[in-house]
């Protein structure tokens, strides 16, 4: 019978394999460490161009706004305050023509839905010079005149529609029917150059 006795004071270790392991782990763990840090740094950099970017237009914006206090103090001037009216009068003169019955009632029969009806149409002459109509409509159901704001949203003639009013009134026929005042921004349509000008022979309000 054979015994193996080991008379060695210290237990034999492989070394070798002992730094092959850990070293592969050591490299994979600076490995990643590289990629993370390299991450952070591009996203350093990143929000540093940004905020040049971001810091960039709110100076532009400063000096705009700086610009437009000073043209309003000049206009507000006691001096120039006949140049201003007439300015102002000119450019509501200038979108008076280009509003047309003829054509605003074209433009709503192409998106009014059915069961709703025009009862009234007011334009007039917003602060910023953009022409905003005001009509009262009537409809028989409230989903139509939902219908009739979406579609507006939808044209290129009709901007920012929103119900200004709602009223409910019984019909002579013992139905009940509601009357809804709507604004919105209108633009006219540019006709092509050369063609008969039939919208401005509808009449200007």
Do not use: C
Request: glycine content about 6%; overall charge neutral; hydrophobic content about 40%.
């Amino acid at each position: 019978m054979r015994l193996d006795i080991n008379l060695a004071t210290q237990p034999y270790e492989d070394v070798g394999r002992f730094y092959r392991t850990w070293g592969a782990l050591v490299a994979l763990a600076g490995i990643v460490t590289a990629v993370l840090l390299g991450l952070a740094l591009s996203s350093l950099m990143s929000a540093r161009t940004v905020g040049k970017q971001t810091a960039e237009l709110r100076r532009e914006m400063a000096h705009l706004d700086q610009q437009r206090r000073a043209v309003e103090e000049l206009l507000n001037r006691p001096e120039n305050r006949d140049v201003r009216d007439r300015s102002r009068f000119v450019n509501s003169l200038i979108a008076r023509k280009t509003f047309s019955w003829t054509q605003v009632f074209a433009d709503l029969e192409k998106i009014i839905p059915a069961r709703v009806h025009v009862i009234a149409i007011e334009p007039k002459l917003a602060e910023n010079n953009e022409i905003e109509v005001q009509m009262r409509v009537e409809t028989d159901a409230r989903e139509k005149t939902v219908d009739l704001l979406r579609r507006m949203e939808e044209s290129k003639t009709f901007r920012q529609p929103q119900i200004k009013s709602e009223t409910a009134q019984s019909s002579p026929g013992g139905g009940r029917t509601v009357q809804f005042e709507i604004i919105a921004l209108y633009t006219p349509h540019m006709q092509p150059a050369g063609e008969p000008a039939e919208a401005a022979q509808g009449g200007a309000y």
